[in-house]
Structures are given as C-alpha cells and as structure tokens.
C-alpha cells in the first residue's frame, strides 16, 4: 500500500540525511562499535545540517517546527543504515521536549543554542540499579539547601552517558510523598560530585555510549530545575514518555523492514540443493507472513505519527505501538538470519548486528509487560 504520511520537504529532508549517514557515518562505523562511542565530531556536524531540535524556537537555533515526521525520517535513516551508534533519537525525541517546555527564558538562553548545533548531547536519567520501569521507586534524592539542592544517588543504563553534557535527571526532593514527590534537575557535566562509571558492555548497540552515573552531595543550582515547582516530575515524565515510546516504535518498524529487504535479496542470490533459496515453498511462506505484519506495524505507526503531531497520541496508544513493534522487529530479524542459515550468524552480515542490537527494544522505554499493563488499566479493571 502507497505511504503518505511525509510531505514533499521531508523526502527531500530524508535525502539531505541519507547523504549525511553515507558520508559521516557509515564509513566509520565499525571502528566507533570497537571504540564504544560516537566521536563528538558526529554530533556537530549533525547540528551543522539542522539534525537537532526542530522544536527549538528559531531564536535559539532550532527550526522552530513541532512535527515529529522529521524525527522520524532521522531514525528511519539511522535504522537502515544499521548506525545504531548514534544517540541522537534520545537526544531529540526524548530530551528536546524538557528543555523546550519546561525551561524559563534564562535556561533556554542557555541550553538550546548548544542543543541545536550539537555542542551540548543531552542524557535523560531515570533509570537506577534498584528502580527501571517502576519510576516511583527511585531512591536518588536532592535535598533543598538555601538557592541549591544537595543531589546523591545512582543512576545506571544511561544512554550518551560519557558524552553527555547535560542530563535530565529524575529526584526525590519528598521521598515520602511517593510520585508527588518526584522532580527533574539538569545537572551539568563538570559540577563537582558528578561523574559517570564506566561505558557498560552491552549485548549490541556498541558504540552508542551507555554509562552509570553517580551524584555525591552534587550542588545543583534551583536555576537548573525544570518546571517552576518541586514535585511536578512524575507528571512531566508522563506527558512525554508516548513520544518517547513512539520514537522506540518507528526505529523498531524502520529495522524489522531494512532486516527483511536485506533477506529478500540474499533469498534470491543464495543457492540450496540446486535450487534459488526463495524457490522453496518454506522461505516465500516466511517472508510472506513477515512482510504481511511489517507492513500492518508501519501503517498503524505512522497514524500514530499523524496523533502525536496533533497533540492526541495517548499513553494507550502509544504502548500499543511500543510493544507490538518492537517484538516484531525481534521476531522479524530472528526468522531472517535463520533464513541466512549459517551466514546469518556472522557478523560480516547485517542481520547479525542488527539481531543483537535489536534485543534491547522490547526493554528500555518501558518493557512488553509494562505496556500490556499500562493497555490493561485502560480497560477499567
């Protein structure tokens, strides 16, 4: 079925990025996944393109254009090219809103413009060793002393945390009044007491940087708080946690379609027993069905695209979209390297990386349980 969801300046924005990706990133790739991180050159060039913060305000830098298509033509290209380094999704699907939204005048002065040209990578910290999807949980606290807050606490699976410049991270300033309690500070690389651990050896996604962080009396500024009063945490995080699943979901379709046009054509190059292996009843049955359901997950997706831009998207909605996609995209990719047989287990081949990197998805962001249970309360029980 014909796509419709993008306009002709995002085709025309897609080809400024694929040209981008080509060029900056693909050919240096491989040595980034052995150096564990994106060199920070990446992400000023990016910023140079306008790659980042098309909700900034044009006073700041940004493009000034709330519509998440050009988010989405971003991660499509990131996805088919297999740059799974590449944390610029966190940086403007799941950041860009707190800054934008939340910030008095004198923050957005001084975070956007950097935000914007890729000065600044930005980090969100939520998860902790003893807290992941339950957010009510966490055990970091800031403690309120005159015009600063006294910050302690751990965070770890931090996604750009050795790069990051800036990070979002969620406190307790009330631990006893449960999610009332919860509040977001912007703690700034450099301050004393904050460090980052060691980059964490993960399964897949190798050269995107992930890090625990570590606060010890860390002194943040009140100047530094998003949102004009303690306590409003929770309900910021909620309001912007569908755009982040939605950004999971639109990676996860862009994945599972690269992954199954990739063994299509080896299916009809790869000989067995005499025969082309797409000649077999078995592998035009499998591609069928995935081709079938990778389709019905992209169109669904992108209506869901068309909600968020309108302000409609729901919390339901989308963990709909965050958990069906993603165990697609690890089931999609797990048929197709067994389609490459032996080949499909080398890493010289893409379904391999991509079937490591892929495993991830159906985790952060809210794991496949918490979506089902977040669907589950909507019906009332």
Not at 90 to 98: C, F, K, R, S
Request: charged share 25%.
């Amino acid at each position: 079925m014909r796509r419709d969801l993008f306009d002709e300046e995002h085709l025309l924005y897609r080809d400024t990025v694929r040209e981008f990706m080509t060029r900056e990133v693909v050919p240096h790739h491989e040595r980034w996944e052995k150096d564990g991180i994106v060199p920070r050159e990446v992400w000023k060039k990016a910023g140079e393109l306008g790659m980042f913060g098309f909700s900034v305000p044009e006073e700041y830098g940004g493009a000034g254009i709330t519509d998440f298509r050009y988010n989405a033509v971003i991660l499509e290209e990131i996805m088919r090219h297999g740059a799974s380094g590449l944390g610029f999704s966190l940086h403007n699907d799941v950041v860009a809103p707190y800054l934008v939204d939340l910030t008095t005048e004198e923050q957005k002065r001084r975070w956007l413009p950097g935000f914007a040209s890729g000065e600044l990578i930005t980090a969100i910290a939520m998860t902790e060793p003893g807290a992941g999807s339950d957010l009510q949980g966490i055990r970091t606290t800031a403690v309120r002393e005159g015009d600063h807050y006294l910050v302690n606490g751990q965070k770890t699976f931090i996604t750009n945390g050795i790069n990051a410049d800036l990070v979002v991270v969620v406190v307790k300033t009330d631990p006893a009044a449960g999610a009332r309690g919860t509040t977001l500070l912007v703690v700034e690389r450099g301050m004393d007491g904050y460090g980052h651990g060691r980059n964490l050896d993960k399964v897949g996604m190798k050269a995107q940087d992930t890090a625990e962080l570590f606060f010890e009396n860390v002194r943040v500024p009140v100047a530094n708080r998003l949102g004009p009063n303690d306590g409003e945490g929770f309900v910021h995080l909620m309001r912007n946690l569908p755009q982040e699943r939605m950004s999971i979901a639109v990676a996860a379709v862009a994945a599972a379609e690269t992954v199954l046009e990739q063994t299509i054509d080896y299916c009809k190059s790869r000989q067995a027993f005499g025969r082309n292996l797409g000649s077999f009843q078995n592998t035009r049955f499998v591609l069928a069905e995935l081709a079938t359901e990778t389709e019905i997950a992209r169109h669904y997706v992108d209506k869901c695209i068309l909600a968020l831009n309108a302000g409609e998207l729901s919390a339901v909605d989308a963990a709909k979209a965050k958990w069906w996609t993603t165990e697609l995209q690890n089931k999609v990719i797990d048929r197709c390297l067994q389609l490459h047989g032996g080949y499909g287990y080398m890493m010289e081949y893409p379904v391999a990386k991509a079937w490591l990197d892929s495993r991830v998805q159906t985790i952060y962001g809210g794991t496949t349980e918490i979506m089902k249970e977040i669907i589950g309360r909507s019906f009332g029980f």
